[in-house]
């Protein structure tokens, strides 16, 4: 058992490795994209600054928490796009029956689709969300916990976006409903949890998991608590479990097309 998983985790991370040098083939177009990236996460600094010194804090965040926030919430996508990106496209493979090239792999089927791209520009975004953790708020401590809540928080993107994308096995239209929601995500992520109330906090600490994948990880990296700590690794847990399960149990309904499509 050990030795399988072993195998697979060792295939996918060939699988990674793979996809990223194919992109590298073209150097100029690769660091492009990594750069422009960045360039265009930095501008919305501009904008925090500006917005602080107009007043003292946002929802209860001084410019510390804002950019450990930006921080958190940048390395957390990058990671997860480096390493999973077919899953944002999982809808399309479903619907034009192009999961048939990935059922007749020897080895997982689903780390096969979640490993089979990578997105490079996702670098860019994993390369400012350190870099910005290191110029404004950079703690020994602290940046054990931020590499940490990075994982916590790629894992929690993949399986949402992969939840979401399964429904596509039963509703068709589900990829519209999908996309709005993993794209949630990331317009809420980026603004302090405190402007926001009722529903919409609920929402966001329940439903979306945003609060799971950077509002507690912030509070801990400020304020240390144990008790969110638990709570980030139950919502990890349950939600990966959920995932995996209508995954599989879409499987089932999955009916493959005339599509011939060959994966080297």
């Known amino acids: 058992m050990l030795t399988a998983v072993k195998n697979q985790v060792r295939v996918c991370a060939l699988s990674v490795k793979y996809n990223v040098m194919r992109e590298m083939l073209n150097k100029v177009t690769f660091l492009t994209n990594i750069l422009f990236m960045m360039f265009n996460n930095a501008t919305f600094i501009v904008q925090w600054v500006i917005l602080l010194r107009l007043r003292d804090d946002v929802g209860g965040y001084t410019m510390r928490e804002v950019m450990l926030l930006w921080a958190l919430a940048a390395s957390s996508f990058g990671l997860s796009r480096i390493l999973f990106a077919r899953v944002f496209s999982l809808p399309d493979l479903i ?95 980026t603004y302090p949890d405190g402007i926001f109330r009722g529903t919409a906090r609920f929402l966001l600490y329940n439903v979306i998991p945003v609060g799971m994948m950077t509002y507690h990880p912030v509070h801990i990296m400020v304020e240390f608590d144990a008790a969110k700590m638990l709570m980030v690794f139950g919502y990890l847990f349950l939600l990966s479990a959920a995932a995996v399960f209508v995954f599989y149990r879409g499987l089932r309904r999955y009916s493959s097309s005339s599509l011939m499509e060959a994966r080297m």
């Open 95 to 189: 619907i034009n029956g192009k999961l048939d090239s990935y059922l007749v792999q020897p080895k997982n089927v689903l780390l096969s689709v979640m490993t089979s791209e990578t997105n490079t520009s996702a670098i860019g975004d994993l390369l400012y969300g350190l870099l910005i953790f290191c110029v404004f708020c950079f703690q020994v401590k602290r940046l054990l916990l931020f590499l940490l809540f990075t994982v916590t928080g790629a894992i929690l993107m993949t399986a949402f976006a992969l939840l979401m994308g399964s429904l596509s096995f039963w509703f068709v239209r589900a990829e519209m409903f999908g996309n709005h929601m993993v794209g949630s995500v990331t317009s809420f992520n």
